[in-house]
C-alpha cells in the first residue's frame, strides 16, 4: 500500500502530511507521486528486456548477453539504442556524445541472446556508455549505463597540468604548501589537512585524511620530502604497539595548484564500512554537481537503479517518507568519479580509483524513530566528505539489514597481508 492512502493532511499545521512518525512513511512516491530511489530500483529489476552487469575493455566485441523476460514477446518488438559521452567540463556540465540505433535481436520469451552493438571507431576514447531499451509503445523500459574509461583517465584530462613552481613553509606546528594561487596547511604531528585557502578565501575543509576504523592506530612520522620538484609529505600509522603499519597516505602540491592525495590501508575483516572521512561545515551549501551513480543515494544492498552522469543536486535535509524534496541530497553515491561541491568558496575534488563510493554528509533522521524497532536507518562515519571503500546496507522497518542476504552482510578481508590493502588516489582542485 502507498503511504498517501494513509497519511493525512493537518490544516492545523500549514499542510503538514501527518505520517503518524513511522507508521505510515511507507511506498515508492510522495503524495504527490515524487519518484523515490525505489521506483528506479524497481524499474531496472523487474525491467522485462534484462541486460547484465559487465566491464567494457578496449577489445569488447560490442556484444551484450540479454535476457527476454516477457511471458509473451519477442525482444525484437522492442527498440535498443546507444549513446556514448565524453565529459569535458564538470564544472560548466559540457558532454559530447554521439548516439546510434541497435539491430533488435530475434530473442524468444525466457530466452536468452545476444544484442550487438555497432560503435564508431574511437569508441575507446569516450567515459560512458549507455543502452536504452523502449517498449513496443516507445515507454522507456530502462537505461543501462557502462564504464569505458577510468576516473584517472577523466581526471587528468579534465585538470590543469600548468601552473606554478610550487612553494614550500614550515612553523612549529605545521607544513604550508602553495602553488597557482593555493595555500594546504598540514599539521606535522599527524600529517592531516588543517586549512585551505584558494585566492586568498578559505576553504573549510580539514580534519582529514581520517581513517574509518575501529582500529587503535597512532601516527608514527611525518616525513617531508622533494619528488620531481613537487613537495610531498607522508604520513605513517601503525597499531599502537607500533609492530604493523595499519595506514599511509600522501600528500603532493602539484605546479597546477591540484593538491593529490594518495592513500593505503589494511582494512578490518567484517565491517559495515571502510574509507576515509574529512570535516566540512554543512552551512551555507547551496548545492553539488556529481559525476557518479545518481541521482539517488544507495546502500550496499540498495545499488540498482541509477546511471553514471552529471547530476546537478540542489541541497535538502530531507527524510524520506517524512518529507518529499527527492531525490535527497546526503547519502552515500556509488561509482564516484568526481564532484563539485557549491558553497561559498567552490572547490572540486575527483577520483584516481575505481569503485569508490562518496559519503555526502549523513541524512537527517526523525527523533521519534526507535532504532531498535526501525532499521531504516545507516550507519555514516563520523566526518562530512567521505570516500569509501565499503559502505553499509540498510533493513527495513521490521528487519535487520544482516537478515537479508549476502549484500546486507558486513563485508569481509581475505587475508591480513600487504597484498589486501586498499589503495585510493584523489585530487582536490581548490
Known sequence: MDFTDQAVVREDKNGFYDTDKDHGA?????????????FFTIKEIWSPIHLPKRYLTPGWDGRFEIEN?????????CNYTYRLSKINSLAQ????SVSGKITSPDIRPGERGYLQLELPSGWQE???????????????????????????????????QEGSVPTVKESIDNWYFSAAGTEVTFDKQNGLLRSVTSGGKAIPLNNGPVLISNQDIICKSVEYKQVEGNPQLIATYTSR???NTVYTFTWTMLPSGIVELDYNYRPQDMVKMAGITFDFPEK??????????????VYNNRMKGGSLDIWDKKYNNTITGESWDYPEFKGYYSLFYGMKLDCPTPFEVYSGKEDITLHLFTPAVQEQYDPKRNHTIADYPEGNISFMNAIPAVGTKFGKAEDFGPQSQP???RGNGPENNVSGKLYFRF
Open 26 to 38: 511507507d511506498g515508492i512516491v510522495g503524495p504527490y507521486r515524487e519518484k523515490e530511489g525505489s
Open 69 to 77: 523476460r516477457y511471458a509473451f514477446t519477442n525482444a525484437n518488438a
Open 93 to 96: 556540465k559540457a558532454i559530447q
Open 126 to 160: 569516450y567515459d560512458f556508455l549507455y543502452v536504452t531499451v523502449k517498449d513496443r509503445y516507445n515507454q522507456e523500459l530502462f537505461t543501462w549505463s557502462y564504464e569505458i574509461g577510468t576516473p584517472d583517465r577523466l581526471a587528468n584530462r579534465l585538470l590543469p
Open 241 to 243: 604497539n607500533g609492530k
Open 284 to 297: 551555507e551549501i547551496a548545492g553539488a554537481t556529481l559525476l557518479a551513480n545518481g541521482p539517488y543515494r
Open 411 to 413: 563485508h569481509r578481508t
